[in-house]
């Protein structure tokens, strides 16, 4: 079997994966509510769900200050693209039946609104993301994967109670600035993405990352990657490019498995 050339990996350094998307905002709306039904089923086939806790966004292509979100107390396991929520910034839901999530509203529109960039975002209470987060510290560079984080993402090291102030939400959002991922100490994880698929890949991802360094640092004593080989391994795996692939085959088999998502 042929290998892929060195200019394949160049072009998908280079590329923007928003070259991808289709084109018109119909069909820009459809493919994003389309990914983020199929990444909260993905989520809770992985078993990210924890009661009515967690939530994705996506921009809305034309309502720039709106942003479609799974209702509050609907299993990830069953979301359909028909029950998604249109929300603005002021916290009111304009299109959708269903309740918001306080905390939802109160996290991502602050993330929305202080980074144009970011399209989508993701949270929820996965068991090694929140074991993880307890240790207030940031991931390290033990394995491939983890550089796709390598330098690009914070740790949060505050918490004070379930997120529901505003003022709450807009720290968050400083501290993760213009990076793809926040470690929320005693919470959980918090990714974000040019691309619906990139955030839903980095939280995934930044889970399982978090899993092997637990696993690691459990056994022993982990090496760490060194510095140059770190960047040179993000510039590959951590791209938004990168993010928007890997999260390909995870929607061609879900929605394979399970097509009324899309209902």
């Known amino acids: 079997m042929s290998q892929p ?21 119909a069909a820009i709306r459809q493919d994003r509510k389309n990914k983020l039904a199929a990444a909260l089923r993905l989520f809770g086939k992985m078993g990210f769900d924890e ?5 994705i966004t996506v921009r809305d292509p034309e309502k720039l200050d709106h942003f479609w979100v799974n209702p509050m107390g609907r299993s990830f396991k069953q979301m359909r693209v028909s029950e998604l929520l249109l929300v603005n910034h002021h916290g009111e839901v304009v299109e959708g039946e269903g309740l918001l999530n306080g905390a939802a509203f109160t996290i991502h529109s602050r993330i929305h609104m202080a980074n144009p960039a970011v399209t989508a975002a993701a949270h929820s209470h ?7 987060s307890a240790l207030g510290k940031t991931l390290d560079p033990i394995t491939q994967d983890s550089c796709a984080f390598y330098d690009d993402h914070v740790l949060f090291d ?15 959002a400083a501290a993760l600035g213009d990076k793809k991922a926040a470690i929320l100490q005693n919470h959980g994880l918090l990714t974000v993405g040019e691309t619906i698929d990139a955030a839903a890949w980095w939280y995934i991802t930044m889970e399982r990352s978090c899993q092997a360094q637990l696993a690691a640092d459990a056994a022993g004593t982990p090496r760490l990657i060194d510095d140059a080989v770190a960047r040179q391994t993000y510039d590959t795996v951590g791209t938004p490019l990168a993010g928007w692939f890997s999260f390909q085959p995870l929607y061609d088999v879900i929605t394979r498995e399970q097509p009324e998502l899309l209902t």
């Open 51 to 55: 009661g009515v806790a967690g939530h």
């Open 158 to 172: 505050e918490f004070t109670g379930v997120v529901l102030d505003n003022s709450e939400g807009e720290r968050i």
């Open 5 to 25: 050339s060195n200019s394949i990996v160049m072009n998908m350094q280079d590329s923007n994966p928003l070259d991808l998307m289709p084109e018109g905002v």
């Open 126 to 132: 996965s068991v090694y993301g929140k074991a993880f």
